[in-house]
């Protein structure tokens, strides 16, 4: 049996009625850009993500160029990441003219390190006589990106304290993780809604996903929702009129109006992902599996309801380049993310990071494979893909 790492027709048919409502208003009002549906979908998500404010965009690439613009992060700047990420991540950073600093992962989590985190700032960056936290390459360290893989959200409170220690900004990557929460020291928080920012991606195959490109920032200060808006219209409010230079950032009100049908049924949908996390454990661990697998890490569960989101189901597999090739054989889905970490990627060579560097995401890199969490994988697909597994390392 052939298993979909994902198969977006089966929620489409939950949804299709009230979609094609929507478009078929989005088209007669003739309101496609900006307008009441983008309106009510960043109220909607306002109230979901409990964040200040939020501001829709083209993409989740865009809401974060539009945050590094906003914030004024550019050149001469830094800002610090992980290199196990999706590419835009560094590629925002790099495209606004600052400098990417990596940070290794923890092995357990895959995010990224706090304690790796500190040591960089330490060691790698050191004031200077004007109290100003600068790179080893002399650029001024503006910020820090924690991105919330796979939807797991960081530690996060031990990234906030050094944030706050150095002064830096967190602009939360939130690409994965909607509905993912966190137990901070405040109580529980949702990812998206921890940093002075964050930005969302709801490119179709994410856990909320647009019929095409879009995403959202947001932010907690009214005054940085404005900075938002204005970047994402090329600098201007009243029309030909720029104070500044932005883009065209905006996300279509047709998808604004799609993703507004789906957002109430995401808690579900994570909720279905989470279960079926829970059988994958349960299963591999009665096929004797687990001296070979190593099990996503849940370092939240128990604490809060949405700990994991599973926008990815990535385990760590002995022989993973082989097992890859099973799956294969056996028509099972299956994917890599990532399997080069950013450190090690061409376009950033320039940087001066060589092999070695960031063990830990090398690692990740080698020897991690996504397998189908989507929620409406059935049971027997499901079984399917535990057994073609077990059928590999027995
Ligand atoms: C971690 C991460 N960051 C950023 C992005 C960029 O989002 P988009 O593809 O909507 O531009 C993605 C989406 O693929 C992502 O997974």
Not at 213 to 241: F, I, K, S
Not at 320 to 334: P, Q, S, T, V, Y
Request: hydrophobic content about 45%; proline content about 4%; some cysteine.
């Amino acid at each position: 049996m052939a298993v979909p790492l994902l198969d977006l027709t089966r929620q489409y048919a939950q949804i299709r009625d009230e979609v094609v409502r929507e478009i078929d208003e989005v088209v007669t009002s003739q309101q496609f850009i900006l307008g009441r549906k983008v309106e009510e979908f960043e109220a909607a998500i306002v109230a979901a993500i409990g964040c200040g404010h939020a501001v829709g965009m083209s993409s989740g690439t865009d809401a974060q160029l539009a945050i590094l613009m906003a914030l004024g992060i550019g050149a001469g700047d830094a800002v610090i990441t992980t290199p196990y990420t999706f590419f835009a991540t560094a590629g925002c950073i790099h495209r606004v003219g600052a400098e990417t600093i990596f940070v290794d992962i923890d092995p357990v989590s895959l995010n990224l390190d706090p304690e790796r985190l500190a040591e960089c700032l330490r060691e790698r960056c050191r004031r200077d006589a004007d109290g100003v936290l600068r790179s080893a390459k002399g650029n001024r360290v503006r910020a820090i990106t924690p991105v919330h893989l796979f939807g797991l959200c960081c530690e996060m409170d031990a990234i906030r304290d050094l944030a706050s220690e150095y002064g830096l900004a967190v602009i939360e990557d939130a690409a994965q993780a909607i509905g993912a929460e966190y137990p901070s020291r405040e109580g529980t928080v949702q990812a998206g809604a921890i940093g002075e920012s964050a930005y969302f991606s709801f490119f179709p195959a994410k856990n909320l996903g647009a019929f095409g490109d879009a995403g959202l920032a947001t932010c907690r200060a009214a005054v940085d929702a404005n900075a938002l808006r204005l970047m994402r219209n090329h600098g201007m409010e009243q029309r030909y009129y720029h104070h500044q230079v932005g883009g065209n950032f905006r996300i279509d009100a047709l998808q604004a109006a799609i993703l507004q049908v789906k957002l109430p049924h995401v808690g579900t949908w994570n909720a279905a992902r989470r279960a079926n996390a829970e059988k994958y454990a349960a299963a591999f661990e009665a096929a004797g599996l687990l001296e070979f697998l190593t099990l996503p890490a849940t370092p939240f569960a128990g604490r809060v309801a949405e700990h994991h989101i599973f926008h990815q189901y990535v385990l760590r597999a002995r022989r993973r380049d082989e097992l890859l090739a099973h799956l294969a054989k056996h028509a099972i889905g299956h994917g890599v993310y990532y399997p080069v970490p950013l450190h090690l990627q061409e376009c950033f060579a320039y940087l001066g990071y060589k092999s070695g560097d960031f063990p830990e995401s090398e690692r990740a890199a080698a020897e991690t494979l996504a397998l189908p969490i989507f929620p409406e994988l059935r049971e027997e697909e499901q079984a399917e893909v535990v057994e073609v597994i077990r059928s590999f390392y027995r």
